[in-house]
């Protein structure tokens, strides 16, 4: 049998050897610079310079949004009222939360849970709506690395689901054996307050859930920041992006959702989204709504941003939580 030319060429042998090879080199860069990518991606999201360190700024900013909101904590603060406490981890990780009995005793408490980018002071215009108009003491934990809370990078949610549960644990400590506990979360915050409500583990003391402008998962969310910011498609980049947090933080964009949360949550939810929101759709809070086996009302307020549903009507807001918390007997 006669053996065809080229098999036998040394010059097309060589140049074949060497396509073969440029184009290995090819893939393992394009490789490497997913990797890359991806890696920068989990730096990008979940470790941002260490978020409101500074109390006296997170103050401010808050007061310059709602004004008279830093006296009245000035006030609380003089009366030797409101406080600073600290927990550690079962990690080791010092969290810290500020905490407020309500002006005649009460074993009602809001743990009220803030969102991406925030502090626990970035949730004290709602401490205010329950401490001052609602009479019950209130809890705000700083999430993990975020105001004076410890923490390598930002859970999503997903495991600060596990340190509010830590924080709920101590309302019988801090408020009486009696605390009941209402969770009131915002943005990640209602993410978190989702992800919980239908853990096994949850202290018994929690007994119902406000979930404000949420988001479905982790990875709906990233997949949409992803295609606004960067204008890049999921694949290949969320799925390996996924796999690198779980090797590192031993969570993966997969797991952290809300919805399965949601549908075995153990008590009533109030769900509230703003239909102008931008940054969580509200398609999200639609999912929500449906997933929850009930008791359950919606609010859906018209023209509110992103966690600007108080904003956009303080009174209005207060009414339909207080409407909602009466409903279930807590107030």
């Known amino acids: 049998m006669k053996i065809p030319s080229f098999c036998t060429s040394p010059g097309r042998a060589g140049r074949l050897r060497r396509v073969l090879l440029?184009?290995?080199a090819v893939v393992v860069l394009l490789a490497a610079g997913v990797v890359g990518a991806a890696w920068y991606l989990i730096d990008y999201a979940l470790c941002p310079t260490n978020i409101y360190t500074d109390q006296r700024r997170a103050w401010a900013d808050m007061d310059a949004l709602y004004p008279g909101l830093q006296a009245w904590g000035d006030s609380l603060r003089k009366a030797g009222v409101l406080r600073d406490t600290t927990l550690t981890a079962l990690d080791g990780t010092t969290l810290h939360a500020l905490y407020a009995h309500a002006p005649?005793?009460?074993?009602?408490?809001?743990?009220?849970?803030?969102?991406?980018?925030s502090c626990a002071v970035g949730m004290m215009h709602l401490g205010r709506m329950y401490h001052r108009d609602f009479g019950v003491n209130i809890l705000l934990p700083d999430l993990r690395h975020s105001g004076l809370s410890g923490g390598d990078h930002i859970q999503m949610g997903w495991l600060d689901k596990d340190d509010v549960e830590l924080w709920a644990d101590q309302c019988p400590?801090?408020?009486?054996?009696?605390?009941?506990?209402?969770?009131?979360?915002?943005s990640m915050g209602a993410a978190t307050t989702a992800m919980l409500s239908g853990d096994s583990n949850q202290p018994p003391c929690i007994q119902l859930y406000v979930e404000d402008c949420g988001y479905t998962s982790v990875m709906d969310q990233f997949r949409k920041e992803l295609a606004e910011q960067f204008s890049?498609?999921?694949?290949?980049?969320?799925?390996?992006?996924?796999r690198l947090c779980k090797w590192r933080y031993g969570w993966s964009f997969e797991e952290a959702s809300a919805v399965p949360?949601?549908?075995?949550?153990?008590?009533?939810?109030?769900?509230?989204?703003?239909?102008?929101?931008?940054?969580?759709?509200?398609?999200?809070?639609?999912?929500?709504?449906?997933?929850?086996?009930?008791?359950?009302?919606r609010w859906w307020v018209e023209g509110?941003?992103?966690?600007?549903?108080?904003?956009?009507?303080?009174?209005l807001y207060a009414k339909k939580v207080r409407r909602f918390l009466l409903n279930e007997h807590f107030l």
Do not use: C, Q
């Open 22 to 24: 440029a184009m290995a």
């Open 104 to 117: 005649v005793p009460t074993h009602r408490t809001a743990l009220l849970v803030h969102g991406y980018g």
């Open 173 to 186: 400590l801090l408020f009486g054996d009696n605390a009941t506990v209402v969770v009131h979360g915002v």
């Open 232 to 242: 890049l498609p999921a694949w290949p980049l969320l799925p390996l992006a996924s």
């Open 261 to 297: 949360g949601v549908r075995k949550s153990r008590g009533p939810m109030f769900f509230i989204h703003g239909t102008a929101d931008k940054y969580v759709l509200p398609w999200m809070g639609d999912s929500l709504y449906a997933a929850h086996p009930g008791p359950k009302a």
């Open 304 to 315: 509110a941003a992103h966690a600007k549903s108080y904003a956009h009507d303080p009174e």
